[in-house]
């Protein structure tokens, strides 16, 4: 008769721990690498925290939409383009909100249609030989979604989809472990030590998380200068959630003007800068409302920049006539643009610069010093969270500040708009 099994659990010993210290090391270096050689993913992957553990529950790598938990034996056995691989692809699993998607699908097929529509992804922009063994992809579901490869392989034998690449209660192969075993495996009996790591555990994604990754997407694509036209249709659809204005521009505008100066619109003629770029078109009939929008870059509006480009565009596409100049600051002006209606798409490509510290002062003196010749606007516009310093002063020209949700009015004087 064999003896029962006897199976001890234990934390990470000290050589493990110092292991542990120096891959966090060197993938946190490889991550601030990519930012050169990948930055959409990079600037992305700077939201999650990462974690290497020793722990025999995790094959792999997974994400919780907060973290990047790494298996350190699985990634000692990868080379430094594998392990861009593997955190490309636990981003990727937070870019397209697979947490929330799976509803009432079976967790092993759904787990890997994921695999499938991101690998597919990444296969466009990884060689094959920079890819981790025994990665789940086929040419075949290349541009379908989670939910169109779950269906696929639906209709399979499970046994063609599953065991060639997953079967729970094996360990790490010598060779290199299956990389898409991302789900925490308990039912190991061939083990006598069970390893866990109090560093490992993640977190239950919310509906929040998700919304919050959409806006992530969506800022990584604006300050990288990768549109959403860049990626498939699942990417695009997420980037285009964020990027819906929230506010009726034109109603706002109506009001707000002529409530704050002297009951009707104050048209201009264009102004010579605005001629000297050709911005405003020979034929058109009327005056031009002219308003200076300014926005925040700042570091501390990264996730918001998205929300603001929403708002710039909703106003040129609500107004027949309106010319604007559009101010880029952090703690100082790091941008001057111009723009029309004729300009909507050329807003697609607008990147923000800066990301540093805050003041609004500058953009302010800016308008009074007036090197473009422009005159003085109908309105300022001024997007931002609110967090630096205005001038005690109000200027002659009134003045919206529109915040982000968390933001607050940075000075008593000024309307205040709060975007959702």
Same mark, same amino acid.
């Given at each position: 008769?064999?003896?029962?099994?006897?199976?001890q659990?234990?934390?990470?010993?000290?050589?493990e721990?110092?292991?542990?210290?120096?891959?966090?090391?060197e993938l946190?270096?490889?991550?601030?690498?990519?930012l050169?050689?990948?930055?959409?993913?990079a600037v992305?992957?700077m939201r999650l925290?990462?974690?290497?553990?020793?722990?025999?529950?995790?094959?792999?790598a997974?994400?919780?939409?907060?973290h990047?938990?790494?298996n350190?034996?699985?990634?000692?056995?990868c080379?430094?383009?594998?392990?861009?691989?593997?955190?490309?692809?636990?981003?990727?699993h937070?870019?397209?909100?697979?947490?929330?998607?799976?509803?009432?699908?079976?967790q092993?097929?759904?787990n890997?249609a994921?695999?499938?529509?991101?690998?597919?992804?990444l296969?466009?922009?990884?060689k094959?030989?920079?890819?981790p063994?025994?990665?789940?992809?086929?040419?075949?579901?290349?541009?379908?979604s989670?939910?169109?490869?779950?269906?696929?392989?639906?209709?399979?034998?499970?046994?063609?989809?599953?065991e060639?690449?997953?079967?729970p209660?094996?360990?790490?192969p010598?060779?290199?472990?299956?990389?898409?075993q991302?789900q925490?495996?308990?039912?190991m009996p061939d083990?006598v030590?069970?390893?866990?790591?109090?560093d490992f555990?993640p977190?239950?994604?919310?509906?929040?998380?998700?919304?919050?990754?959409?806006?992530?997407?969506?800022?990584?694509g604006?300050?990288?200068?990768?549109?959403?036209?860049?990626f498939?249709?699942?990417?695009?659809?997420?980037?285009?959630n964020?990027?819906?204005p929230?506010?009726?521009w034109p109603?706002?505008?109506?009001r707000f003007?002529?409530?704050?100066?002297s009951?009707?619109?104050?048209?201009?003629?264009?102004?010579?800068?605005?001629?000297?770029?050709?911005l405003?078109?020979? *034929?058109r009939?009327g =005056?031009? @409302?002219?308003?200076t $929008? #300014?926005?925040d !870059?700042? *570091?501390?509006?990264? =996730?918001? @920049?998205?929300?603001? $480009? #929403?708002?710039? !565009?909703?106003?040129?596409?609500?107004f027949?006539?309106?010319?604007?100049?559009?101010?880029?600051?952090?703690a100082?002006?790091?941008?001057?643009?111009?723009?029309?209606?004729?300009d909507?798409?050329?807003?697609?490509?607008?990147?923000?610069?800066?990301?540093g510290?805050?003041?609004?002062?500058p953009v302010?003196?800016?308008?009074?010093?007036?090197?473009?010749?422009?005159?003085?606007?109908?309105?300022?516009?001024?997007?931002t969270?609110?967090?630096?310093?205005?001038?005690?002063?109000?200027?002659?020209?009134?003045?919206?500040?529109?915040l982000s949700?968390?933001?607050q009015?940075?000075?008593?004087?000024?309307?205040?708009?709060?975007?959702?």
């Amino acid at each position: 008769m064999t003896a029962p099994l006897s199976i001890q659990c234990r934390y990470p010993n000290a050589l493990e721990l110092r292991d542990k210290q120096q891959m966090q090391e060197e993938l946190s270096q490889l991550r601030s690498d990519m930012l050169l050689s990948q930055p959409f993913v990079a600037v992305l992957a700077m939201r999650l925290k990462m974690v290497v553990v020793v722990d025999d529950r995790l094959p792999t790598a997974c994400t919780d939409s907060q973290h990047i938990f790494f298996n350190l034996d699985f990634m000692r056995k990868c080379n430094a383009p594998q392990r861009r691989f593997v955190i490309a692809h636990e981003v990727w699993h937070c870019v397209m909100g697979h947490f929330l998607r799976q509803q009432q699908r079976d967790q092993q097929r759904w787990n890997f249609a994921c695999d499938y529509e991101i690998n597919g992804i990444l296969s466009y922009f990884f060689k094959r030989d920079d890819l981790p063994n025994n990665i789940l992809f086929d040419e075949s579901y290349r541009g379908k979604s989670a939910e169109q490869i779950y269906t696929l392989l639906g209709k399979l034998p499970e046994d063609e989809w599953s065991e060639t690449y997953y079967q729970p209660g094996n360990r790490l192969p010598a060779g290199g472990a299956q990389f898409d075993q991302h789900q925490p495996d308990l039912s190991m009996p061939d083990l006598v030590e069970f390893k866990i790591d109090p560093d490992f555990r993640p977190q239950s994604p919310t509906e929040m998380d998700v919304e919050r990754w959409r806006e992530f997407t969506a800022a990584a694509g604006q300050v990288t200068g990768i549109t959403a036209g860049s990626f498939g249709a699942d990417v695009q659809q997420v980037i285009k959630n964020a990027l819906k204005p929230q506010l009726n521009w034109p109603t706002l505008l109506q009001r707000f003007i002529q409530r704050t100066i002297s009951g009707s619109y104050q048209w201009h003629k264009p102004a010579r800068r605005y001629l000297a770029q050709g911005l405003y078109l020979p *034929g058109r009939q009327g =005056q031009c @409302l002219r308003l200076t $929008l #300014a926005i925040d !870059t700042s *570091g501390s509006t990264l =996730q918001d @920049l998205p929300k603001f $480009l #929403a708002e710039l !565009t909703a106003i040129l596409q609500g107004f027949e006539q309106v010319q604007l100049q559009v101010i880029s600051c952090d703690a100082s002006i790091t941008d001057v643009s111009f723009y029309d209606k004729s300009d909507l798409a050329a807003l697609t490509k607008w990147q923000a610069k800066g990301l540093g510290g805050t003041s609004f002062t500058p953009v302010f003196h800016y308008i009074a010093d007036d090197p473009d010749h422009v005159g003085v606007p109908n309105a300022l516009i001024f997007f931002t969270d609110g967090y630096g310093n205005a001038p005690v002063e109000a200027p002659a020209y009134p003045v919206i500040w529109v915040l982000s949700p968390d933001g607050q009015p940075p000075i008593k004087w000024g309307e205040v708009l709060h975007l959702k």
